[in-house]
């Protein structure tokens, strides 16, 4: 079956800094490439996206990369605070299965 | 978050009781998910239905049993709850056209079975 990996699976900045999280996957006919974010407690958030047609794509401080040759995709966040703090997943998606795939997860921490 | 409600938010359960967790959504999404989630192992799939009356398996499906007799009802059963079972159970619902594959999580059933 399709399978995601995920890394780091911690990661601590110092606020203001950059965070990088990469993933790999499998399935060559993956089309579709979420980021869910997730604070203590909650749910997954949806936060960014990417469809297989597009390399990049950016909101705000938060920016995602693919790249299908090597079959990785990128979470960027710029100038990182507190709020950050969380639990990212990674995720991908088969449009064939309609299912989603996801990552391990990666504890961020954002230091004062 | 697209409406979705999950009942019970919490539960605890004795080995070998049979236990329903509900997912309710209001937004008319035509695909329903149920997660688990457990340390180490992010989200991982159980059970996924695709219209009312029409369930598939997930990567984890074994123990676990689903029923979706209305669109905006997905409901989870652990016919003879184990030790194992303990999680974070979380139900996700997907729209359908331009904005497929994005799911939208409920808030989360933490279960516990002693």
Redesign the interface.
Known sequence: ?ENVE?HPSTLSVQEGDSAVIKCTYSDSAS??F?WYKQELG?????II?I?SNVGEKKDQRIAVTLNKTAKHFSLHITETQPEDSAVY?C?D?T?GG????????TQLKVEL | ?AGITQSPRHKVTETGTPVTLRCHQTENHR?M?WYRQDP??????IH?S?GVKDTDK??VSDGYSVSRSKTEDFLLTLESATSSQTSVY?CAT?STGTS?????????TRLTVT
Request: proline share 6%.
């Open positions: 079956g995920q089309n579709y979420p909650k749910r997954p958030q949806l996206d469809r997943f995720a998606h449009g309609n299912k989603l795939t996801f990552g391990t997860g | 978050d695909y998910y180490g192992h992010g989200l991982r799939l996924y695709y997930g990567e979380f997907e497929k594959g994005e799911q939208y999580f409920g808030p989360g």
